[in-house]
C-alpha cells in the first residue's frame, strides 16, 4: 500500500486505464501420502458400483497441505499462520471461472471489487491487495496491477497465504499473497474435454490431456478457449490460452519438470464501468442508469495482452533427510489499451464528459528459487530445515497520455460516426529495473506435540530507475524480515497455534528535501486453532480454521501539510480481525464451504487528525458464505449457496466527509456501496466419463455498486450469470 493520501499521477492514471487499478509451491497435497517434491492430481471421478449406485469422488476437495506456507511438504494443520487452499476439485464442482470467484466462500479475502472484470483478478486480503505468484514464484506483476490475469483452468489449486510473507518470498504486502500451481504431468494417462455456454454469449471449449510418452518421460497439454460478451454494452473478449508441461524422472532420485504458458486476450469495445456516482451509487433524478450503459466509444476502445512464461522445477534427494529443489521462471508481459471513459457529470445529471488514456505496458522477469530441504535430529527435538537463496531480476516500461474526448448522453449514448484517430505519441509512465536477492532460513523443531517455526531473511535490491528527470536513478535498499511460531498438534487433530511475522515493500518517490522513501513495513500476531479430522475415517474429511489477528503496516505515505504536493511517511495503518473457515466432504457425497470474515481496517495514525479512523477501501467489515452441494447415488446432485457481505468504502476518506456534483446532489466522500446478500446454485448429473452441471450465481440479479472511487468511478457489480458446462473424461 503506497499511501492513503496524495498518490498523485499514478493512481489517477491507475483509474483512467479502464482497470480501476488501485494501489515454486505445489498443489496442495496430502503431504503424509506424497512423497516430497511430487504433485497429486486432484480431479472429480464418476465410478459406479456394483449395485448400480453412482459415487463421484473428490480426493482433494478438502485440502490438508500446501507449501506455500512454508516451503516444504509440512502439513497445513502444522503453519502457524493461516492459509486457505482452493483445490481444483473445489473449483470444477462449484464451475469458479476465475480466481475472483474462487474465493467468494473464502475467508479473509474478497474479489470482483470492480465487478465481471474481463482481464484481472481485483482482490483485497485482510484489508491490502494481495501479490500473485505462479509456481511459488512472483507473476511479472506490473507497478500498477497485482496479478497478470492468467486463465484459472490452467492451474491445479489456489493457495491463499494470509498476513506478512517476506520471511519466505521478499518484498510483499502485509495482507498476504496467493499462489498458483500450475497442473502437473502424470505418468497415469487420463484427461477431459470440457465445453461451457451461458449468460452474455458465454463460450470456452478447454480441455487437458496427460499420459506417460515413454519410459521416465511424462507430458501434459492444457488449452482453453473463450468468447463472450460483456455485461457492458457492445463489449465483447476472447482468450487463448496453451500450457505444456514435461516431466523428466533422470533416476530414482532426480526430476525434473518444464513448465510453460501462453495467453492471449483482446477485449473489443471496453470501458469496464467508469460510470457516474448519481445512477449507480445514489439515484439519479433524470432516470435509471441501466447496467449494461457504455459511455466509451465501442468501435474505438479496446485491450489486448500477450503474457508467455517458461520454467522449470527441478528436484534432487540426497537421502531420505536431504533434498534440495530449483524453481526458474522466464515471464514475458505485454499490454495495450485505448480507452474513452467517464470523467464527470455535468448539472444536467445527463450529459458525461470524457477523456481518452491509451496505456501500454511491457514487464520482463527472470525469477529463481534455490533450497535445500533436510530433517535431523538433535536429541528429543526433530528439526526439519529449509535453507534457500531466490533472485529476481525485473524490468518494467510502461507509458501512457491523456487527451481529450467528446461528450455523451448517459441515457441515450451517440457514438462517433468518423473513426476516432489513435494518440501518435505515449510518454513513460515507468521505466525501471529491480534486482533482489534474498537468503532466507527456517527451522520446524518438533518436541513432542509442539512445533515451533523460527524463520529469519534479508533482501538486497537495487532499483534503477531510467524515466527521464529521475531524481534517484538508482536505490540500494535492504532488509530483514522474520517470523516464529509454535503449534501444539493434538492427537485429535486439533492444533492451537500463535505467530509473529514481518513484511516490507519499497515505496516509490522522495520527499519535500529529496530524500528517498524508505520501504513501508507489516507486523502481524495472529492466534488461531486448526482441525483436520484425521480420526473420522476416509468417509468424513474436513479442515476447520478460526484465526484472529492484528497487521499493523508503518512509514505508510500521508500528506506533508507543510509543502502541498508532497508526502512524509508518518501514516500508520491497522488491521484487526477474526476469520472461521470449513471445508468438507461427507461420503463423497456432501460437499459444505462455509466461512465467516470480521475485518476492522482503518487509518490508525496520520498528520491530517481528521483521517484517523478512516476504513481502508473495498474490505467489507463482514463477510458470511455457505454452500452446501449433495451428490445422489443416482449421480443427479444440486447445491444452494448464500453469500453476505456488508457496506464497504470505495476510498479512503475523512470520516464524515462529504463531496457535491454540479447539480447540488451531496454524496459521502467515502463512496460506499450498500451491504448485499446473493444467492447461488448448481444443478449437476454425473455418469462414469461424463458431467453435465449448470451454475448460476447473483440468482435473483441484484443491481448494486460493485465499488465507486469517485463521481465518475463507479461500477456495477455482476449480474445474474448462468453457465451449463459438458465434460467428457477420459
Known amino acids: 500500500m503506497r499511501g492513503f493520501r496524495g498518490l498523485g499521477l499514478r493512481t489517477g492514471a491507475l483509474l483512467m486505464a479502464g482497470a480501476a487499478w488501485v494501489p515454486s509451491a505445489a498443489l496442495a497435497q496430502d503431504s503424509a501420502a506424497a ?14 458400483q456394483d449395485d448400480g449406485g453412482i459415487i463421484v469422488t473428490a480426493r482433494r476437495f478438502v485440502p490438508s497441505g500446501a507449501i506455500t506456507a512454508s516451503k516444504t511438504t509440512a502439513p497445513l494443520i502444522e503453519t502457524p499462520q493461516s492459509e486457505s487452499v482452493i483445490s481444483r476439485d473445489q473449483i470444477d464442482l462449484l464451475n469458479f471461472v476465475d480466481v475472483q470467484q474462487a474465493v467468494r466462500y473464502t475467508a479473509g479475502i474478497v474479489g470482483e471489487n470492480y465487478g465481471p472484470d474481463l482481464r484481472f483478478d481485483f482482490l483485497t486480503l485482510r484489508g491490502f491487495v494481495p501479490v500473485q505468484y505462479v509456481d511459488g514464484l512472483q507473476a511479472p506483476v506490473s507497478s500498477t496491477i497485482s496479478n497478470v490475469g492468467v486463465d484459472l483452468y490452467g492451474f491445479e489449486a489456489v493457495d491463499i497465504l494470509k498476513g506478512p510473507a517476506g520471511v519466505l518470498y521478499g518484498t510483499t504486502p502485509p495482507g498476504g499473497i496467493y499462489n498458483l500451481t500450475s497442473r502437473r504431468p502424470s505418468t497415469r494417462t487420463s484427461g477431459e474435454i470440457q465445453l461451457k455456454y451461458g449468460t452474455d454469449d458465454f463460450k470456452q471449449a478447454a480441455g487437458t490431456i496427460t ?19 460483456g455485461q457492458t454494452d457492445f463489449v465483447t473478449a476472447r482468450r487463448a490460452y496453451v500450457a505444456p508441461a514435461v516431466a523428466f524422472d533422470i533416476g530414482p532420485d532426480t526430476k525434473i519438470t518444464a513448465l510453460g504458458y501462453y495467453q492471449w486476450d483482446r477485449v473489443e ?58 524453481n526458474a521462471r522466464w515471464s514475458d508481459y505485454s499490454e495495450y489499451q485505448q480507452i474513452i471513459y467517464a470523467n464527470g457529470l455535468s448539472a444536467d445529471n445527463r450529459t458525461v464528459t470524457r477523456s481518452n488514456f491509451p496505456f501500454a505496458d511491457d514487464v520482463q522477469q527472470f525469477a529463481v528459487d534455490s533450497r535445500f530441504d533436510a530433517q535431523f535430529e538433535t536429541g528429543a527435538i526433530e528439526h526439519h530445515v529449509l535453507a534457500g537463496l531466490d533472485y529476481r531480476n525485473y524490468r518494467e516500461q510502461s507509458a501512457f497520455n491523456f487527451l481529450p474526448a467528446t461528450n455523451i448522453d448517459l441515457f441515450n449514448p451517440v457514438y462517433s460516426a468518423t473513426p476516432i484517430p489513435a494518440p501518435t505519441s505515449l510518454f513513460d509512465f515507468t521505466n525501471q529495473r529491480l534486482k533482489q536477492t534474498g537468503v532466507y532460513l527456517q527451522d520446524q523443531a518438533h518436541i513432542g506435540k509442539l512445533i515451533l517455526t523460527l524463520s529469519g531473511r534479508h533482501d538486497w535490491m537495487t532499483i534503477n530507475n531510467y524515466a527521464t528527470g529521475a531524481a534517484f536513478p ?30 516490507f515493500q519499497p515505496l516509490v518517490g522522495q520527499t519535500f528535501g529529496g530524500n528517498a522513501f524508505d520501504p513501508s513495513e507489516g507486523k502481524q500476531i495472529e492466534a488461531g486453532v486448526k482441525f483436520d479430522g484425521r480420526n473420522m475415517g476416509d468417509d468424513f474429511r474436513i479442515f476447520a480454521t478460526g484465526a484472529i489477528y492484528r497487521i499493523r503496516q508503518s512509514n505508510v505515505l500521508t500528506q506533508d501539510t507543510v509543502n502541498p504536493g508532497f508526502s512524509v511517511q508518518t501514516g500508520e495503518v491497522t488491521s484487526k480481525g477474526l476469520e472461521l473457515e470449513v471445508v468438507a466432504r461427507i461420503r463423497q457425497q456432501l460437499s459444505i464451504n462455509a466461512s465467516y470474515t470480521y475485518l476492522d481496517a482503518k487509518v490508525s495514525e496520520s498528520n491530517n487528525p481528521a483521517e484517523v479512523g478512516a476504513r481502508l477501501a473495498a474490505q467489507p467489515r463482514h463477510k458470511a458464505s455457505l454452500f452446501v452441494d449433495y451428490t445422489h447415488g443416482s449421480g443427479a446432485g444440486g447445491g444452494v449457496g448464500v453469500r453476505h457481505l456488508s457496506s464497504s468504502n470505495g476510498v479512503v476518506a475523512l470520516p464524515g466527509a462529504t463531496v457535491t456534483t454540479p447539480s447540488g446532489i451531496v454524496i459521502p466522500a467515502t463512496f460506499t456501496s450498500p451491504a448485499v446478500t446473493l444467492f447461488d446454485a448448481t444443478l449437476h448429473y454425473d455418469i ?32 445474474r450469470q448462468v453457465i451449463a458446462t459438458v465434460t467428457k473424461r477420459f
Open 35 to 48: 512423497p516430497a517434491g511430487t504433485v497429486e492430481e486432484g480431479g472429480v471421478e464418476t465410478v459406479k
Open 211 to 229: 499420459g506417460e510418452l515413454t519410459n521416465g518421460v511424462s507430458a501434459r497439454l492444457t488449452g482453453l478457449y473463450r468468447d463472450r460478451d
Open 269 to 326: 469495445g471496453d470501458t469496464n464501468g467508469f460510470l457516474p456516482a448519481v445512477g449507480v451509487l445514489v439515484p439519479n433524478p433524470v432516470g435509471k442508469v441501466r447496467r449494461g450503459v457504455n459511455l466509451g466509444e465501442p468501435d474505438y476502445n479496446y485491450y489486448r495482452r500477450e503474457q508467455w512464461s517458461l520454467g522449470y522445477e527441478f528436484t534432487h534427494r540426497f537421502s531420505s533427510a536431504l533434498r534440495f529443489t530449483q
Open 474 to 503: 538508482e536505490a540500494k535498499e535492504k532488509k530483514f524480515t522474520w517470523r516464529a511460531g509454535a503449534t501444539w498438534v493434538t492427537d485429535s487433530g486439533i492444533a492451537p497455534y500463535i505467530s509473529y511475522a514481518t513484511s
Open 688 to 719: 462414469p466419463g461424463w458431467r453435465f452441471a449448470v451454475n448460476g450465481s447473483n440468482l435473483f440479479d441484484k443491481r448494486y455498486a460493485g465499488r465507486c472511487t469517485g463521481l465518475a468511478g463507479c461500477f456495477f457489480a455482476e449480474g
